[in-house]
Structure formats: structure tokens, C-alpha cells
């Protein structure tokens, strides 16, 4: 159980906490500096040459795990410190914006983690112990990343919209486009431009790419090439962008990776972020399915429970409506009379619902009855239920799928826009001092 454990606990320190060290990694790094040496001040923060000794350790780990070439020290050490300060500022700005994780969350992720990792949590208690693994830390570690996901779409959020407009122009193209709908697997490396450059500048960034792709043409690896040059968040995990949809890259991107064959490199592409190069990893069909689902048409009437009545009193309440239904009064005039949702305008008539569309308790009663059929009173979430199935029906809803992965794919080329912009933003406005080179 420990060594597949320790396997799954490896890319749990991948994901959620790559620039943490467990105990025994620790004791073979050199403690060439005191603990309180200051190799970065971020705001009003700090980070010490502990830290980044711990980060640099555990992003060797990682891509020693990968089999990936290491890059030189000097250009390993910029990289996991401009990792470490991008972290910091983005949670010195959740803090400011009152963004925040609670307890109850980071137990339901724990929890989940387990879980996948087919442990009890007195067990994966025991392999984090065992490997050295300060329990808290994890939590902490799993906080942060929690805290800067939602950060980010909470940014998303507020910036990116997709319109039923652009959802029928995407599918329209994606039927005449002779890219097709496969899913691609890139290795992918990034030369930031800014706004604020100035040609001399970009020129610069222009040169820096032009010898990345001449050392991935002298046959460097990839991973190696885009851990000393990408300025991309993933460049020292090898800058792999795992399976996407093509049509999820933008069109000019679509075009070009179309035509590759797994392994082929692209010349330097330019756009408003800065210069590209991706390699072909991978390519694989994606199937458009048929999707035929059962769906329920009910209505029904709600009593909330809230601060002015009581669970029993909405019981007794739904109880005696139950009773005046028995007794053969209409469904459709108690529901407007009586019922305390938004659907009590139109006798309570919710529509045709999908599996999944409403909370459990409400979903498995309604899934008990026969058209016609009114259910005794059921508690939920919202308070006490009465439903009544109307009809059901089988649904083609291939339709509605396509135009929801339309619109996933609209969405994710928008934000991954939005997320670099405002990354870009949220450092150029921060206080950031480096001191590596008072050290030297």
C-alpha cells in the first residue's frame, strides 16, 4: 500500500504543492545560507533562501520524475522563484479581495484525495506521516491552491462572456473547417511580450525564440528548452498542455497544428501574448456521440423552511395541501395559491427536467412516480415537496451537448487569455525586489 500511495502522494505534490519539500528531501539540501536570509520581498512578504532552496529541491524531484533533462542551475533557480512570487502576490490579493477556503472544503478535497487514492483517512494520515509529510503543511498547500483556482475564475468570471451568437458562428465553422474535431497533446513554449515594450524590446523577445527553436532543431529536449526559455506558467513541468480539443486553440493555431504529425515541431508563431512554439505530442479522435437521455416533465409544491416557519409547521402546512389533493382539489390552483417557489405562477410547473437537474431527495421521488401519480410530502434542501409527474420522454439532446462543449471551448480560449493578462497585471503592479545576486 505505501509505495502506491507514495506514487500518488508524488503527483499530489505535483499539482498542489509544487514548491514543497518533505523532511527527508530536506536533510541532502546544503544549508549554505541562515534560514532568515532574504532572497525576495514581495509587497510587504518575504521569501526566504529556505524556501526557495525547499522549491528548487522539490521542482528537481518532479522533473527528474518525468525523466526530463535538468536545466542549468542559474535558469532553474529564476524560473521556481518567479513560480513562488507569482504564488504570493495572487494570494496577497485574495486576501485583499476577502477570497477565502473554508475548513469544512479542504476536509470534503482531503477527504476526496483518500478517497481517489482508495485510502480511509486514518490511512492516507499515515502515508503523509510516513513520508514526511506535515499533515497541516498539505492542508495549507491544498488551501492555497484552492484560494488561486477560484481566484481565477472569479476573474473569469467578471471578464469573459460567450454570446449564443458566437456559439452558432463556432459551430458553423467547425462543420465547414478542415481541421476536423480531434483532440491534440502539445508541448508548448511562451516568449512573453507585454504592452508596455518597445520594439527594441520585443526584438530582443523575438531573438530569445529564434534560438529556442534552433536548439530544439540541434535536437535539444523539448522539456529542457522550455524550462530555460518559456515564460509560461508550465515551463518547468515541460510546458505540456495535455488533451484539448483543436477547436479549443483558436483558429490561427487550429490552422497551423492541423497539418503536423506527432513530433513535428512549428516555426515561431507570433500573437498578442508573444512568440510560440509548440510540438506535436499527440493526436487522437474526439467522437461526437449521440446522447439520448430520459427526461421527466413535473410540478410540484414547495413550503420553505426559513426563519418564519418552522420544519413542522411546514410539514403540517404541505401535509394538509396533500390532504385537499386527496380529496380531489386542483394540482394547478393550490400550487399558485400556496406554493412558495418561482414556478407557483404557472401552477408550480417546473418543465422538462434532466437527471441531475434537481437536488437528490427531490430527483428520487420524482423518479419513483407514474405519470399522474402525486407523492406524499418529501423533504429536500429548499423545505417540504409535493410532486406530481405530468409526463416523461427520451430526448435526443446531441444538440444541446454540442452547443454546450461549443460553448466550454469558447470559454476556455477566452480565459486563458483573461488569466495570462491579468497575471501579467496583477505583476506588474506588485512590489517585487530579487536579492539572488546579493548573495553571489
Known sequence: ?????????????????????????????????????????????????????????????????????LPDQNTLQNQVIESIVTKRIQLQHAKEVGLSVGESEIDETVQRIAQENKLSLPEFYAVLEKDGISFNKFREEIRDEMIMARLKEREIKHQVNVTEGEVDNFL????????????????????????????SQIQQRSERAKTALAKLKEGVEFAQV????????????????????IDQMGPKFAELLESLQPGDLTQIVQSPSGFHIFKLLGRRTQETPTVIIDQTHPRHI??????????????????????????????????????????AASGGDLGWLSPGD???????TMNALLPGQISEPVQSQFGWHIIQVLERRSQDVSLDRRRQVARQAIRTRKADVVVQEWLRQLRDQAYVELRLDDEQ
Open 1 to 69: 500500500m505505501h509505495n502506491r500511495s507514495y506514487s500518488y502522494l508524488v503527483l499530489l505534490l505535483m499539482v498542489f504543492m509544487p514548491f514543497y519539500a518533505t523532511a527527508q528531501e530536506m536533510e541532502s539540501i546544503p544549508a549554505v545560507k541562515p534560514v532568515d536570509h532574504i532572497v525576495a520581498i514581495v509587497n510587504e512578504d518575504v521569501i526566504t533562501r529556505q524556501e526557495l532552496d525547499e522549491a528548487i529541491k522539490v521542482a528537481i524531484d518532479r522533473l527528474q520524475l518525468q525523466g526530463m533533462q
Open 226 to 245: 522550455a524550462a530555460e526559455f518559456s515564460d509560461a506558467a508550465d515551463a518547468s513541468k515541460g510546458g505540456i498542455i495535455d488533451w484539448r480539443p
Open 172 to 199: 458553423r465553422t467547425q462543420e465547414t473547417s478542415a481541421v476536423g474535431n480531434d483532440e491534440y497533446r502539445l508541448a508548448h513554449i511562451l516568449i512573453l511580450v507585454t504592452e508596455n515594450m518597445n520594439s
Open 302 to 343: 414547495l413550503i420553505k423552511v426559513n426563519e418564519l416557519t418552522s420544519d413542522n409547521d411546514a410539514k403540517l402546512k404541505i401535509t394538509q395541501l396533500k390532504e385537499r389533493l386527496d380529496r380531489g382539489e386542483n394540482f394547478e390552483e393550490l400550487a399558485k395559491l400556496y406554493s412558495e417557489d418561482t414556478s
Open 358 to 364: 434537481t437536488v437528490a431527495a427531490f430527483e428520487q
